[in-house]
């Protein structure tokens, strides 16, 4: 199952593969710097918030990467977890 986290990881090992910050990458996909700050990785409450599908396809678009690719990145990130 992908969690919250696993997602989250994968487009920090994106960023990091692209050897980028996460603020770069979301610059680069077209999108404003803070978009993966950690701290908008939840709301004020605490609920998670995950990345529209549109804000990951920017960044597979901007890595050259299918989603297949993405959903690899994100097994492994979730094997870690």
Not at 17 to 46: H, P
């Amino acid at each position: 199952m992908i969690t919250h986290n696993t997602i989250w990881m994968a487009i920090d090992r994106v960023a990091q593969e692209q050897n980028v910050s996460a603020s770069r990458l979301a610059i680069n996909s077209g999108l404003n710097a803070t978009t993966f700050n950690k701290s908008k990785r939840c709301d004020a409450y605490g609920k998670s918030r995950y990345p529209s599908f549109s804000t990951i396809a920017k960044v597979l678009n901007t890595s050259h990467m299918s989603m297949t690719e993405f959903g690899q990145i994100c097994d492994k990130c979730r094997e870690r977890e």
